[in-house]
């Protein structure tokens, strides 16, 4: 199964967190914070709001930051997902 998201949305898939601190710290796994970062897996065709199209600035393949709490985690084939409206992502990591 694929996910084809609908509208503005975006699926993302986290990318992993670190394990060590900058100092050399390894982190157990429940101290380890989420990551705002994630990759494009699916974006959605774009909207219509208020009679002017949205178009997608983003594209499968990139990385981005996305907003701390947004967004809904979908489990799909024992992989977890993230789909969060595009207004969501908050740059472009290059």
Same mark, same amino acid.
């Given at each position: 199964?694929?996910? @084809?998201?609908?509208?503005?949305? %975006? %699926?993302?898939?986290?990318?992993?967190?670190?394990?060590?601190?900058?100092? !050399? #710290?390894?982190?157990? !796994?429940?101290?380890?914070?989420?990551?705002?970062? /994630?990759? #494009?897996?699916?974006?959605?065709?774009?909207? =219509?709001?208020? !009679?002017?199209? =949205? @178009?997608?600035?983003?594209? =499968?393949?990139?990385?981005? #930051?996305?907003?701390?709490?947004?967004?809904?985690? %979908?489990?799909?084939?024992?992989?977890?997902?993230?789909?969060?409206?595009?207004?969501?992502?908050? /740059?472009? =990591?290059?």
């Amino acid at each position: 199964m694929t996910l @084809k998201p609908l509208g503005d949305r %975006v %699926v993302l898939k986290q990318l992993e967190a670190e394990e060590t601190t900058k100092s !050399g #710290i390894v982190l157990p !796994g429940n101290s380890k914070e989420k990551p705002q970062q /994630a990759e #494009i897996i699916a974006v959605g065709p774009g909207t =219509v709001v208020d !009679g002017k199209e =949205v @178009k997608m600035e983003v594209s =499968v393949g990139q990385k981005v #930051i996305y907003s701390k709490y947004a967004g809904t985690d %979908v489990k799909l084939d024992d992989e977890e997902y993230i789909i969060v409206k595009q207004s969501d992502i908050l /740059a472009v =990591v290059e």
